[in-house]
């Protein structure tokens, strides 16, 4: 059989992971450090996993309405609510296989073949293949570290024309750990006001700001915007495959016109799961969730002034569990700085380009790490740079 | 103040912890960090700096006991001259006043079963105004001092993930 014949050209132009091929180099490899972890180093707390467990001893193992069970839909629309200043209703909210899946659903829900959607870069890895696969067009909007990462409006409105489709707003932002301030969110719902232009907000790092609450990009604009968040990231949560998207009810009753024909519903015990997240979250003021980020926040200070030190141009994040120091003064591009670091310095990095092109000169380092692993991978890292010099 | 909070936590979990990366992980500078423990040394709210030790797979035998010990509190001492009796022996780990069935909880650590017992007899039970013990010997430690001690989850992340 020809297979380039019968597979699908969308699937077969999207390029491999730029990630993965690090991921099989450095998993196979003696005494690494990583600093390339997208999630929690925390395990999910126990109340929740408690939760779920009984559930399952229960006999809670049944299919849930498509949408979602409806107490964790409603103490999703409470939280929002009470911590975002977002209002959905229930008939807006949808409960999904993960954030990625809910990006997945608006996509299709959304786009035409030829409609491009504008992504700040650089960002996640999945947002531009997984809009190829929608038969859209990615676009990339860059973004500067002079404004912290930030989307300005006026770049992105020399971007916008009568085939923008969508926008993807993911602050905070993997992989730099920019956010976006009220004022800076104003001033992009501005351009798009009177533009038949969806906002995807993807705020799944919003429990994870440091000096501030998260700023919503659907406060007030709730009827424009297609809000994703989900579990992983504020819950440590992440091999549960627990998020959901809320928006206006005609674009969301689309979306799960698709998810009930694909996915049928979220998995029922990640959802009772959540049900005891949110319970726990809102009955205790955060408590976790602020254990949680102030270790964070402790790693973030620890390692910006440890690559202050070193004197790497770096940006002081102010949200997720990621710092991007720029390596250029290396000579080096990303992906030949981090195999290198990696097999001299024994510290597992990601390079900046498999974020886009525009994070090509920089490294994303998580600090979902312990502490005594970020001192210690500091501590390779500035030998390795003193080795080159 | 909340400052001191952050140094206490961190030393707490970790007291090996320079001035200078606690001084980092808090937004603070060094002397500020350094100063302040050094307050909190000198008022006594840092006792010491040690360590946590897994007593079952420690090299120096251990054996632990909790003791309930009923005694007849005195005139205008109440509890204290007998708390002190007892807290003062070496082996003594640790002594509370508590409510309930009994009225002091001694914590004792000794290198056999045998000495256990034989301060008990010989020392404890003895003293005036100690009208009754009963010693707890404490067979397994799954969790101490917020440490799970037994190895029960294995960290299983992905060394790279998106």
């Known amino acids: 059989m020809n297979y380039d014949k019968v597979l699908a050209s969308p699937v077969v132009s999207i390029p491999p992971s730029g990630i993965r091929r690090f991921f099989d180099v450095a998993s196979t490899m003696q005494g690494v450090i990583s600093l390339g972890v997208g999630e929690p180093d925390f395990v999910t707390p126990w109340n929740i996993r408690e939760a779920s467990i009984h559930s399952i001893e229960h006999g809670r193992t049944h299919y849930t309405s498509n949408h979602g069970m409806p107490e964790l839909r409603e103490l999703i629309c409470e939280y929002l609510s009470r911590r975002y200043g977002v209002r959905y209703d229930l008939s807006s909210c949808l409960v999904t296989v993960g954030a990625s899946e809910a990006l997945d659903l608006a996509f299709r829900a959304l786009l035409n073949p030829g409609d491009e959607v504008l992504i ?30 930030a989307l300005r409006a006026d770049v992105l409105e020399s971007f916008l024309n009568e085939r923008t489709k969508a926008v993807i707003l993911p602050y905070p932002n993997n992989p730099t750990g920019g956010i976006m ?148 003064e290396t000579g080096m591009t990303s992906e030949q700085f981090c195999e290198r670091l990696l097999k001299e310095g024994r510290v597992a990095t990601v390079p900046g380009n498999a974020f886009g092109d525009a994070g090509e000169g920089h490294i994303r380092c998580s600090y979902a790490a312990s502490t005594d692993n970020i001192m210690e991978s500091l501590r390779r890292i500035r030998v390795f740079l003193n080795h080159l010099n | 103040m909340q400052l001191t909070q952050e140094i206490l936590t961190l030393l707490q979990q970790d007291s090996t912890l320079s001035p200078k990366a606690i001084a980092q ?138």
Not at chain 1, 124 to 147: F, N, R, W
Not at chain 2, 46 to 63: F, H, W
Request: aromatic fraction near 10%.
């Open chain 1, 181 to 328: 301030t009220r004022p800076q969110i104003d001033a992009v719902t501005r351009v798009l006001s009177g533009r038949d232009v969806v906002m995807i907000a993807d705020e799944i790092y919003s429990e994870l700001t440091y000096g501030g609450t998260h700023e919503s990009f659907a406060k007030g604009m709730e009827d424009r915007t297609i809000l994703i968040n989900g579990f992983s990231k504020a819950f440590a949560m992440t091999g549960w495959r627990l998020g959901y998207a809320c928006g206006p009810k005609p674009l969301i009753d689309m979306m799960v016109k698709i998810h009930q024909y694909t996915m049928l519903c979220a998995p029922v015990m990640a959802q009772t799961a959540g049900i005891e997240a949110l319970k726990d979250a809102l009955s205790s003021d955060f408590a976790q969730v602020r254990a949680m980020r102030n270790a964070y926040n402790r790693r973030r200070l620890l390692i910006y002034e440890g690559f202050k030190d070193m004197g790497l141009p770096v940006f002081e994040p102010r949200g997720a569990f990621y710092i991007f120091p720029s390596i250029r």
């Open chain 2, 25 to 162: 992980m808090t937004g603070s500078d060094e002397e500020t960090v350094r100063a302040e423990i050094e307050r909190l040394r000198d008022e006594g709210v840092i006792l010491g700096y040690t360590i946590r030790i897994n007593t079952e797979k420690s090299p120096i035998p251990t054996v632990e006991a909790m003791i309930e010990v009923k005694v007849s509190p005195q005139r205008d001492l109440g509890y204290n001259d007998i708390a002190r009796r007892i807290y003062k022996f070496p082996e003594v780990e640790s002594v509370f006043l508590m409510s309930g069935a009994y009225d002091l909880a001694v914590k004792i650590q000794a290198p056999t079963m045998q000495a256990i017992s034989a301060f008990v007899w010989e020392k404890l039970a003895v003293l005036d105004g100690v009208t009754g013990t009963a010693t707890l010997f404490i067979m397994r430690k799954y969790k101490e001092n917020g440490t799970i001690l037994v190895e029960d989850e294995v960290p299983e992340r992905l060394v790279i993930t998106p």
């Open chain 1, 120 to 149: 700040p870069a650089p960002s996640y890895v999945s947002y531009a293949p997984c809009v190829t696969l929608a038969h859209g067009i990615p676009v990339a909007v860059p973004t500067y570290e002079e404004d912290a990462y």
